[in-house]
């Protein structure tokens, strides 16, 4: 064996030990949202700041130095897929290494003990038992962006490249411009000439075993494999991926309310059959997993968002929704179901909130995570601005914080910069649609039942890529040019348009 | 701080890495058994296999030698709990230290395989599919016995001395035989002057539901709780303690057979109210679990035979279970009732055997090991031993190997040695039950269906010193002498007279 090849065996070595600790670590994260004792957590806490805190050693270790140091100075003789890892992980290195390993054990530690915080906040519906944990983990993010800043241009910069790599609160401030603008303008319409469609029925009463046997059979068609997965409740849904072979993901429920559950599962769907289908050979290695938050969101909104919103799609699944209602939709058409699924009104809840203004509520969020970072807002004045702003862009005020500022997960959980991902993941989505419409029939194939070509559409431009690709390039590839909002605003369109005939 | 203390700081820092990765370990299993989906299996067994090879290698390391070397020679100077912890992991480290390191990762590796093809041998009633797994299984315990051996008479007592340190083929074939004549003087009792109880009202439907609602009363009741613990379905019950605050217990269900949900449940709350009450001090020390399977095997049996088969326990609770049957034991009264729950018959699968005749599986099961590790026996041969022995011992011969031979997860899991554990928890928990009587007045609290007192008495002689007492001197110290198999014996008389008249 040559001096490269040992580099390269014992390079590859130490990333399947932190691909391993990772693995572990999503499992005790999973298994502390959904199934674990509530006496527990305290316990919880030390093993899964221990657990990361042996990943993050060894990320930072004096061995991946020298790996990382060697592989660098003989880039030429390396395959393209290593390039990658070594570039991934140089990048990696980079963002951790600048953290004193006790302080991010602490954070790990804050980080579990916020999510104790936040779920007896959100019972209280009172922000303030969460708001010290909260401003703990600002504190510490704020103290991480100083390690971090490279040559970005402000604070929040710094964190929204983490999720996006190359995205910046410039390029936002304008998306979202033109963003809001569209919307706001077919809200216009709507306003203007609209007839909103009915839809009490959406409230009528479905067992909760009847919305999960229904969803599960959608979900299955659309390529979400059970033998690689499973679905759980808890409070905020999400997937958490082990590996490419254990893609979980999880739900909430309201037996009144079943588009809720029924698309929320086909979300986490999404993101799940991205994990399942990246490619074999990068087990145990950087690239196993979806390249960026983004993209991530993509294939989750791909599957909500334009399949779900496609009349074909559900003229293929309307009588099998029908079957699983108990009777209780026999005397609602095709038409008024479809058009009922698409009224479109301000709301609260961010993961309830229509196709058409659920941008606004990133809008919000993006704008509020940019005061904290950039404009030093106090923790203590979050609620009042989360309040004003969903008044102002929305016309409406939370009743209390449990529906306004504890809504989320993401922020317990150290997220910020990560919002912006979901709008992005709209745009992606229906530019991505626009594109294999031109390969395929899509009528066709929602008329056959069988959805596989687009899950393999799917698979060959997106999912088996793992993280060899950057966001920007497989858009490009796939779609022939770059992020283009306009994809979005016209599916939009086209859906408010068939279903407010204004 | 003085040189010991630096010592012995250090030397509890490291015995908490251990139970941090034994935890995590811990949970990888539980998971594994419960929600894991099928295709991540060997993706698993790369994750376990790493992270019990981290603890392995901690247990072994250097540093813990060192520790182990200076703590010895400073044993005067230590409190008896700091001398018992040293005890206990120099034991296990000499027990590790002997098995290379390369080859228990393999084993790990062996064992996570053994369970699918387990699974997969159960699915198919084919024990040659489980065959080659259990034949590399037995064939590391033989390398390890020769590794371990130190002073012991046959290789089978050093596995039975890790389960139940002292323990030796000499004293349970001793303590086996007058189990067994004892056993056998009742059945003769029984055949000779018997009136067999009514049992068809067994087989009655009652739904699963139904099942778990009353049995999540009845373990609750008994202490067990759900803030620190769970209960899930598997196809082998088991008890799985993260810590004394996550001792999760799983069941099989039959909608026809509620005594077998029922009493396996409460089997395995004895296991998790063990674990839920050891002293918070012995928090990530190797004095955190019970102390032997012995003596686990005690409390289950406590709950599960001693309470379970006890008159006025279901004086108390026979209401609430007609309550949870819809009407299906109405017509059953309380004595025939009660008197149903102990008809006494051979039967082929142990966990569903009856009080009386249940030692005799394990005294096969014994004998076979015996076979294995003693004697050199074929693995190919041992469904056929089985099988006789069975028709020997029960007069019945199972019809397939699922029901034979494959029946149960142990040897799957690499357990021998362990079986005669159940046996001594039976001679334990009655023994402990004569001796609580003394002190407490059973008839009354069962009455008042507080059952409290009962679950401290077992806390305040049992359950708090985790592994800091030995079997034996728990034993002593709570009855007044060494166990004794005429409890037992004595039980089994006063209940099966009762019920058979004899």
Same mark, same amino acid.
Do not use: C
């Given at each position: 064996?040559?001096?490269?090849?040992?580099?390269? $065996?014992?390079?590859?070595?130490?990333?399947?030990?932190?691909?391993?600790?990772?693995?572990?670590?999503?499992?005790?994260?999973?298994?502390?949202?959904?199934?674990?004792?509530?006496?527990?957590?305290?316990?919880?806490?030390?093993?899964?700041?221990?657990?990361?805190?042996?990943?993050?050693?060894?990320?930072?270790?004096?061995?991946?130095?020298?790996?990382?140091?060697?592989?660098?100075?003989?880039?030429?003789?390396?395959?393209? !897929?290593?390039?990658?890892?070594?570039?991934?992980?140089?990048?990696?290195?980079?963002?951790?290494?600048?953290?004193?390993?006790?302080?991010?054990?602490?954070?790990?530690?804050?980080?579990? $003990?916020?999510?104790?915080?936040?779920?007896?906040?959100?019972?209280?519906?009172?922000?303030?038992?969460?708001?010290?944990?909260?401003?703990?983990?600002?504190?510490?993010?704020?103290?991480?962006?100083?390690?971090?800043?490279?040559?970005?241009?402000?604070?929040?910069?710094?964190?929204?490249?983490?999720?996006?790599?190359?995205?910046?609160?410039?390029?936002?401030?304008?998306?979202? =411009?033109?963003?809001?603008?569209?919307?706001?303008?077919?809200?216009?319409?709507?306003?203007?000439?609209?007839?909103?469609?009915?839809?009490?029925?959406?409230?009528?009463?479905?067992?909760?075993?009847?919305?999960?046997?229904?969803?599960?059979?959608?979900? !299955?068609?659309?390529?979400?494999?059970?033998?690689?997965?499973?679905?759980?409740?808890? =409070?905020?849904?999400?997937?958490?991926?082990?590996?490419?072979?254990?893609?979980?993901?999880?739900?909430?429920?309201?037996?009144?309310?079943?588009?809720?559950?029924?698309?929320?599962?086909?979300?986490?769907?999404?993101?799940?059959?991205?994990?399942?289908?990246?490619?074999?050979?990068?087990?145990?290695?950087?690239?196993?997993?979806?390249?960026?938050?983004?993209?991530?969101?993509?294939?989750?909104?791909?599957?909500?968002?334009?399949?779900?919103?496609?009349?074909?799609?559900?003229?293929?699944?309307?009588?099998?929704?029908?079957?699983?209602?108990?009777?209780?939709?026999?005397?609602?058409?095709?038409?008024?179901?479809?058009?009922?699924?698409?009224?479109?009104?301000?709301?609260?809840?961010?993961? !309830?909130?229509?196709?058409?203004?659920?941008?606004?509520?990133?809008?919000?969020?993006?704008?509020?995570?940019?005061?904290?970072?950039?404009?030093?807002?106090?923790?203590?004045?979050?609620?009042?601005?989360?309040?004003?702003?969903?008044?102002?862009?929305?016309?409406?005020?939370?009743?209390?914080?449990?529906?306004?500022?504890?809504?989320?997960?993401?922020?317990?959980?150290?997220?910020?910069?990560?919002?912006?991902?979901?709008?992005?993941?709209?745009?992606?989505?229906?530019?991505? $649609?626009?594109?294999?419409?031109?390969?395929?029939?899509?009528?066709?194939?929602?008329?056959?039942?069988?959805?596989?070509?687009?899950?393999?559409?799917?698979?060959?431009?997106?999912?088996?890529?793992?993280?060899?690709?950057?966001?920007?390039?497989?858009?490009?590839?796939?779609?022939?040019?770059?992020?283009?909002?306009?994809?979005?605003?016209?599916?939009?369109?086209?859906?408010?348009?068939?279903?407010?005939?204004?």
């Amino acid at each position: 064996m040559t001096e490269l090849e040992q580099q390269i $065996q014992g390079f590859l070595g130490l990333l399947k030990e932190i691909s391993l600790l990772e693995e572990t670590d999503a499992l005790l994260g999973w298994d502390a949202l959904t199934g674990m004792p509530e006496d527990s957590s305290e316990h919880r806490s030390e093993v899964t700041s221990y657990i990361a805190g042996l990943a993050f050693e060894k990320s930072v270790s004096k061995s991946m130095a020298d790996y990382l140091a060697y592989l660098s100075q003989h880039q030429e003789e390396l395959n393209s !897929e290593l390039k990658k890892m070594v570039e991934i992980v140089q990048k990696n290195y980079d963002l951790n290494h600048k953290i004193p390993q006790a302080e991010y054990q602490e954070f790990i530690k804050v980080i579990s $003990q916020a999510d104790s915080s936040w779920r007896k906040a959100r019972d209280a519906q009172d922000f303030t038992i969460f708001e010290p944990s909260l401003a703990k983990i600002i504190a510490f993010k704020k103290k991480f962006i100083e390690y971090w800043h490279k040559d970005e241009k402000t604070p929040y910069d710094v964190l929204l490249n983490q999720y996006e790599p190359g995205m910046t609160v410039e390029i936002l401030d304008a998306v979202f =411009t033109e963003l809001r603008e569209g919307i706001q303008e077919i809200v216009k319409k709507i306003n203007e000439n609209g007839t909103t469609p009915t839809t009490d029925f959406l409230s009528r009463y479905i067992s909760i075993e009847n919305q999960r046997a229904f969803s599960i059979k959608v979900i !299955e068609k659309m390529g979400y494999r059970f033998t690689a997965g499973r679905l759980d409740d808890t =409070t905020h849904p999400f997937m958490e991926s082990m590996n490419r072979n254990d893609a979980r993901i999880t739900t909430r429920w309201d037996e009144h309310n079943f588009k809720m559950a029924v698309f929320g599962i086909i979300h986490e769907a999404g993101h799940g059959i991205y994990e399942q289908n990246i490619a074999e050979r990068f087990d145990y290695t950087p690239l196993r997993g979806g390249v960026s938050m983004g993209i991530h969101e993509s294939q989750s909104l791909f599957y909500e968002i334009v399949m779900g919103s496609d009349k074909n799609f559900w003229q293929d699944n309307y009588e099998l929704l029908q079957s699983y209602s108990e009777g209780k939709l026999d005397d609602i058409d095709f038409e008024t179901f479809y058009k009922g699924l698409h009224k479109t009104a301000p709301s609260l809840i961010r993961i !309830e909130a229509d196709t058409l203004t659920y941008p606004l509520h990133i809008i919000i969020r993006y704008e509020i995570e940019k005061l904290i970072f950039n404009e030093g807002v106090s923790v203590s004045d979050l609620p009042q601005i989360w309040n004003e702003k969903y008044q102002e862009y929305l016309g409406i005020t939370p009743e209390n914080d449990t529906v306004g500022i504890l809504q989320d997960v993401h922020w317990s959980g150290g997220s910020f910069g990560y919002f912006p991902s979901y709008a992005l993941g709209f745009m992606y989505a229906a530019q991505l $649609q626009h594109s294999m419409a031109q390969e395929l029939d899509l009528a066709a194939i929602y008329k056959t039942g069988n959805y596989e070509p687009i899950r393999q559409w799917l698979t060959d431009n997106i999912h088996q890529y793992g993280s060899l690709k950057e966001p920007n390039e497989l858009i490009k590839n796939a779609t022939g040019e770059p992020l283009n909002p306009r994809y979005l605003l016209a599916l939009q369109d086209k859906i408010y348009q068939e279903v407010y005939h204004y």
